[in-house]
């Protein structure tokens, strides 16, 4: 039924020049890098090359930055999208090569999600609610400024609103990713829809 959806969508006289319909592609599995040192020189060439001629990967594996964090002192955290055959090929390991040393990485399984706001599917560029929302409390402020004495995490709560009549999720904790039964969901949902090519169990 999907592929003569997919026929009918893409072969529609109104339809085929303006938008293309094909089955939903799984993402490449993730790695956060640590501590990456500062490139001096074309940051574009480095990033194109980071990790595939140290380890010796082939030039056709597509091996991208998707984005960086702050690591310690000068040094940047770095996410990588990597294929199937380098994620089992560096699985097992916890060091990768990188010019004459190594750099300590691990999976980079979180969902994406705006911390302004708390909500998944967006980042903070691109949130479009006016305020920081706390994530101690379900008030519009930072959790710096939270004086709340209980915490009520409000991403559980706007859950159970929404399910009705349905199962409800406990509330009292906040909304960071390891006290939030949502995120875990989202995150194990992630795991599912990552191409690892290989069974591989998702760890909660």
Known sequence: MVSRLEEASNGHLELKDVCEARMPRKRNPQLIMYDVPVIEGDRDAEEATFLRYSNSFPDSWDIRVLFKRPGRGPFKHWILSVPQEAFNLLKGSSWAFYGFG??????FSEPLRCYKCLKFGHLRVNC?????????????????ECTATTVACRICKEYNRRSGTGPKVKT?????????????????????????????????
């Open 102 to 107: 190594s750099l300590k990485f691990r999976e």
């Open 128 to 144: 479009s609610v006016p305020k920081e929302l706390c994530s101690r409390c379900t008030g519009e402020h930072s959790h710096m």
């Open 172 to 204: 009292d904790h906040s909304a960071m990713p390891a006290r939030c039964p949502i995120f875990v969901r989202e995150k194990v949902e992630l795991g599912r829809h990552t191409n690892y090519g290989l069974k591989k169990c998702v760890r909660h």
